[in-house]
């Protein structure tokens, strides 16, 4: 999961759709340095840093952005920079780091959801995804990488203990835009008029 989506759902206090819908997640160092860092200058994040801190690991693990070899090459390849300079760079590093740790275990022959939200770091996984198809396609043994949303794990909990009806989606999905710009109108997104609300 990378910061954006998860500090969204953890300030309005929705960590309990967040796993319900997605069972338990991963992140990397840097994501979870990211949302601390946030929590502590923004007021409207500050309720993610209370959340994080309590959250068990078997709900959230967070994966070492310790220098290996696999990583090294994964960011090399992602970002075009080395990792020990890429790290050096915080902007968009935890969406870099996100990719590379899926690209990483995906090439472990697991199959890696990936959470993301920002338009450059979605571009960057769809092309990982590809090039491990790609992969497949050769008949190398590999796993592969699927690219979700926040509206995508909206989809998800719709009609649910979360979100029951349209007006607790339309309530939650006007929280989560005011902490976050990017995401789209809801009359833009196919929220409320999911087969769930027939």
């Given at each position: ?79 075009g ?50 090039r ?28 649910g203990?979360?979100?029951p ?34």
């Amino acid at each position: 999961m990378d910061a954006g989506p998860g500090i969204n759902f953890l300030s309005v206090n929705k960590e309990r759709l967040l796993f319900s819908t997605l069972g338990a997640l991963s992140v990397p160092e840097a994501v979870e340095a990211e949302i601390l860092r946030k929590a502590g200058q923004d007021q409207r994040f500050a309720a993610a840093g209370r959340v994080w801190k309590k959250l068990p690991e078997r709900l959230m693990e967070v994966l070492s952005d310790d220098v290996t070899d696999e990583l090294s090459a994964a960011v090399q390849r992602i970002s075009g920079v080395p990792l020990d300079q890429r790290i050096r760079s915080g902007k968009d590093l935890g969406e870099t780091m996100v990719i590379a740790h899926a690209a990483v275990a995906a090439e472990a022959g697991e199959h890696v959801i990936v959470l993301i939200d920002d338009g450059g770091g979605c571009r960057a996984a769809a092309t990982e995804a590809r090039r491990l198809q790609r992969l497949q396609a050769d008949g190398k043994t590999v796993g592969s990488i699927r690219l979700i949303h926040t509206v995508t794990v909206l989809e998800r909990a719709a009609g649910g203990e979360h979100l029951p009806d349209k007006n607790a989606m339309r309530y939650l999905y006007g929280r989560l835009r005011n902490l976050d710009d990017g995401l789209p109108p809801l009359d833009t997104t196919n929220l409320l008029n999911l087969p769930c609300w027939q």
